[in-house]
């Protein structure tokens, strides 16, 4: 199983930037989302979306400026992303997982290779 992501790239603050990520393969997941790691931070959570009930969650620094979405019958999900900020620069996976735990990175089971974004103020 592989997450293949797409979107990223280089903006200035508060414009929008679309996230994309689809699975090859066939795999199990309770929820797919995202999470970003800024230069010499831990990877934190960002965004997930819930299969049962399309449920999302988002972490309290993009509430109201990400907007999570997607389809289990395709696996994929994507982030729109809106009044971007230059502390919204990181690297962002897209990540899936078959736990109940949504925010906790060691609960995921597959990961994407990142995609860049970057936020210029």
């Known amino acids: 199983v592989e997450l293949v992501e797409s979107g990223g790239g280089l903006v200035q603050a508060g414009e929008s930037l679309r996230l994309s990520c689809a699975a090859t393969g066939r795999t199990y997941s309770r929820w797919m989302g995202w999470f970003r790691q800024a230069p010499g931070k831990e990877r934190e959570f960002v965004a997930a979306?819930?299969?049962?009930?399309?449920?999302?969650d988002y972490a309290d620094s993009v509430k109201g400026r990400f907007t999570v979405s997607g389809a289990a019958a395709t696996n994929a999900v994507y982030l729109q992303m809106s009044s971007l900020k230059s502390e919204d620069t990181a690297v962002y996976y897209c990540a899936a997982s078959s736990s109940w735990a949504v925010s906790d990175s060691s609960r995921v089971d597959y990961w994407g290779q990142g995609t860049q974004v970057t936020v210029s103020s």
């Open positions: 979306l819930k299969w049962n009930g399309a449920i999302t």
